[in-house]
Nanobody, 127 residues
């Protein structure tokens, strides 16, 4: 069993930056993929970024490339989503998730591939 708890969300102006954190507790030995998703009410959950703790590889979807990236620290027990040049369309509830597939392409950000989820932290980009 894993527990994931996100923090760091809030209100930020367009063009600003924010770093979200995801604290993981439990046995992570079988879950080396930590990913970030976002969801806007009425829309499907969207994968944003993932990090493979086994080899350090990272994948970011096209809509956030060059602006967002994820990292893992603390022996895999903390994931970060660093976001810069934020846009109003980035407004959403951001959640982290743990899985054991891969982190190579957008197909790997299928929510069905992830076993554990945090409760989410809201990010609002507005002036």
């Amino acid at each position: 069993q894993l527990q994931l708890v996100e923090s760091g969300g809030g209100l930020v102006q367009p063009g600003g930056s924010l770093v979200l954190s995801c604290a993981v507790s439990g046995d992570i030995s079988d879950y080396w993929i930590l990913a970030w998703f976002r969801q806007v009410p009425g829309k499907e959950r969207e994968g944003v970024s993932c990090r493979d703790g086994s080899d350090g590889s990272t994948y970011n979807v096209d809509s956030v490339k060059g602006r967002f990236t994820s990292s893992i620290d603390n022996g895999g027990y903390t994931s970060y989503l660093s976001m810069s040049n934020l846009k109003p369309e980035d407004t959403a509830v951001y959640s982290c998730a743990a899985g054991s597939a891969s982190c190579v392409s957008e197909d790997d950000l299928n929510p069905a591939l992830f076993d554990y989820w945090g409760q989410g932290t809201p990010v609002t980009v507005s002036s």
